[in-house]
């Protein structure tokens, strides 16, 4: 794609983002952010425990989400918003009164050829771009069932100085997504936001 192409969609999005999305977050300095969250049912039931965290789910898809704002809106949840982004583009232009204190990833897309590694969600470059709308003690909390992808996590983020691994955190909210519950079986970390500012 040209670049003047991608340049004038990336404007396009993140104007939409500036005119829907963003008002909707207006005096909240605080959210729990579910990267890639399908149809919503794992934080649809997530916001319901707690009613106390305003709770984003993105993704790319509009039909999922779609689903998930009829769900969450039959339900009268009014601590939940969806939005159609990608997560980076979300991320870097969050309001910069609002900090991400815990960002789900449940079962990412593993691009698993090494040609593609370069899609997959976590890396340095995303790492760096959540610490910086993060505070410390911040949670990545992240779930694959596919155990390269599991090993390429725990790699970029053991080398990356602003998260550390917790091995001692318990996982906040137990739910089966659709696909962990296709599933043979999953690996989990948390990852905390370090002291040190981005
Ligand atoms: C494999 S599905 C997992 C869905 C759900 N988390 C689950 O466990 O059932 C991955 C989802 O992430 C979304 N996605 C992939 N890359 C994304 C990105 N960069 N930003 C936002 N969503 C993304 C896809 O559209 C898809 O719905």
Not at 109 to 133: E, T
Request: aromatic share 10%; net charge positive.
């Amino acid at each position: 794609m040209p670049l003047a192409v991608y340049n004038s969609i990336l404007e396009q999005r993140l104007a939409e983002l500036h005119a829907d999305f963003f008002p909707l977050l207006r005096g909240r300095s605080q959210l729990t952010l579910e990267i890639g969250c399908g149809h919503g049912h794992f934080l649809t039931a997530y916001a319901e425990a707690h009613p106390n965290e305003f709770c984003v789910g993105i993704d790319l898809i509009a039909d999922r989400l779609q689903r998930a704002e009829r769900k969450t809106t039959r339900a009268g949840r009014t601590n939940v918003a969806w939005v159609q982004a990608e997560a980076g583009l979300l991320v870097e232009a969050l309001p910069r009164d609002c900090l991400l204190t815990r960002i789900l990833v449940l079962f990412p897309d593993p691009w698993p050829k090494r040609r593609h590694w370069k899609n997959r969600l976590i890396q340095a470059a995303f790492l760096d771009a959540l610490a910086a709308r993060t505070a410390s003690g911040a949670q990545l909390c992240f779930r694959t069932d596919h155990a390269p992808y599991f090993s390429y996590a725990l790699d970029a983020i053991r080398s990356h100085a602003m998260w550390r691994i917790d091995d001692a955190a318990a996982w906040p909210f137990e739910l089966a997504t659709v696909f962990q519950s296709r599933a043979d079986s999953y690996q989990s970390l948390i990852a905390v936001r370090s002291r040190k500012e981005a």
